[in-house]
């Protein structure tokens, strides 16, 4: 579902309604609203025989009230434009939300931690078409990124960032190597990933660049890839191996991995992230229903 698509449907259905209403409707209703007074005022000699002032007042504010109130098809429109205008403006500009499905991202990123998203570190796009229409960055290696699938643009994938364009990068042995510089591996306590009740190797890596964080690695899997794409775009900058794969990253293109690594599927496994699939950066947890000390930001 492209909620996208549909809060931009909203804004326009609840915009035209809000125009509608303030260049006509609320004419219309003021005006009917100032003829039933001035045939109320109008009577108002006999009324006061009958009636005290404060009745007279009272029933006179209540058909004031009356002409004025839209309808009810304009109130569930046209007064919720300016809401869904902010929720639309916020989502698409600024921080969009998110909640992680999987342990691909573990130990970093837990299933069932919901992320706010920046959306414009890496420049302004327009909704729904997500067209960069302003460069403002450029994602960096370590950054941890949300991204349109792109074997199904339908859904969003969370990886981190581990190759920019240009960059060579060689996943070998589980030892990650980027222009030729090896990553830096210090070894942790196992982890245990309640998910599935088992222990994996921990390891807080620096790639190239100082960027620091946790991965995670299965002793009992093997490094080779089983299992790759033969057929996504620039495959033949990838080769791969029993020890592993080295992949070349084209122009305008990003190189995605998991810090689960032997539990993710990522660029190893179908290929790069191009530039218009990027929906921006993951920079803090606020919410984990199960753990709220999981909330704040993460490297």
Known sequence: MNFALILFVLVVITGIAWIADK???ERQRRASARLALAEFDSHQ????GRFGSGDIDSTRKRLAEEKLRQPWWLEYSASFFPVILAVFVLRSFVVEPFKIPSGSMIPTLLIGDFILVNKYDYGIRLPVVNKKVIELGEPQRGD????RYPKDPSLDYIKRVIGVPGDEVQYSNKHLTVNGKPADYTPLPDYLDEERLSYSKHFREKLPGGVEHGILNDADRPAFVAGADPDFPFRENCTY?????TCKV???HYFVMGDNRDNSLDSRYWGFVPDENIVGKAFVI????????RVGTFK
């Open 250 to 252: 084209p122009a305008g």
């Open 45 to 48: 000699p006999d009324l006061q």
């Open 241 to 245: 191996n029993q020890q592993g794969v």
């Open 23 to 25: 260049l006509v409707f």
């Open 286 to 293: 606020w919410m984990n229903l199960g753990n709220f000390g």
């Open 144 to 147: 941890v990124m949300v991204f």
